[in-house]
């Protein structure tokens, strides 16, 4: 049963954008958010939203240059990349917490329970 679908994926040249966006087909949803793996590395995180109130976090790479913002209509959470570099080229992967209690930061993976497939973003320089 598939509940989050991912699109948006691709290869942009570098300094270029890309837009990334997850469709939610559950029915609970606290927070929203987008990690990636590049090759070789661990998944890391990129960025989060609550689902009530919209707060966005972001992890320092991509402070500035990413925007992630979401479709409560629709339950939609999207990944706006701008000024993307070699360094962003990765499979990136969203993901839901459908229940968040609080007193765990939402940077972290486990706190999320529904996993999107991932899509590949890669940045030619």
């Known amino acids: 049963q598939v509940q989050l679908v991912e699109s948006g994926g691709g290869l942009v040249q570098a300094g270029g954008s890309l837009r990334l966006s997850c469709e939610y087909f559950?029915?609970?949803?606290?927070?929203a958010a987008w990690f990636r793996q590049a090759p070789g590395t661990e998944r890391e995180y990129v960025a989060h939203i609550t689902w009530r109130g919209g707060s966005a976090t972001y992890a320092d790479s991509v402070k500035g240059r990413f925007t992630i913002s979401r479709d409560s209509d629709k339950n939609t959470v999207f990944l706006q990349m701008n000024i993307v570099g070699p360094e962003d080229t990765a499979v990136y992967y969203c993901?839901?917490?459908?229940?968040?209690?609080?007193?765990?930061?939402?940077?972290?993976?486990?706190?999320?329970?529904?996993w999107g497939q991932g899509t590949q973003v890669t940045v030619s320089s």
């Open positions: 993901a839901v917490a459908t229940f968040y209690s609080g007193g765990w930061s939402l940077k972290l993976q486990n706190q999320y329970d529904v």
């Open positions: 559950g029915r609970t949803l606290s927070a």
